[in-house]
């Protein structure tokens, strides 16, 4: 036979403050989280599964523009974000690394050493298919 009582369990008593939608929920209403102090995530899951949605939503408008492409094939092909790359051009004063011809950002390409696996500076076309005959290299 079994007995069933009448308490209240833990997660019905115990309440949270969720940040998203500002109110005060059992805990139950919140998904696990491991790095965090109570191993409780900070919003219910309502909404924290409205904020994916909407994120996910957003990372996917950004990877239709042509910025959101090439940040996408950066770091997938060289390992470098898109604020990386930038800063690599600006260092280089726009310039290729090569012969120090002035290029535009949008027509440069990435002089990469598959073997260390690392970016040895931008690039202009010419000096890059030079280098593709010579060495072997990779492109953006």
């Given amino acids: 036979m079994i007995h069933m ?4 369990t833990k ?3 115990e309440r949270k403050y969720c940040k998203g939608c500002k109110r005060d929920l059992p805990i139950s209403k919140f998904g696990k989280d491991q790095s965090a102090k109570d191993k409780l995530l900070h919003q219910c899951r309502e909404c924290h599964n409205r904020y994916q949605r909407e994120d996910r939503q957003q990372r996917k408008e950004y990877l239709r523009t042509k910025e959101g492409q090439r940040s996408r094939l ?3 092909k060289y390992g470098v974000t898109l604020k990386q790359h930038k800063q690599l051009y600006t260092d280089q004063k726009g310039r290729c690394s090569n012969c120090g011809a002035s290029i535009p950002y949008d027509e440069i390409y990435v002089s990469y050493n598959y073997e260390t696996k690392k970016v040895r500076g931008l690039v202009g076309k010419r000096c ?3 280098e593709i005959i010579m060495k072997g290299g990779g492109v953006i």
């Fill in 74 to 76: 950066l770091e997938r």
């Fill in 128 to 130: 890059f298919f030079q």
């Fill in 5 to 8: 009582t009448m308490e209240t």
């Fill in 11 to 13: 997660t019905e008593t």
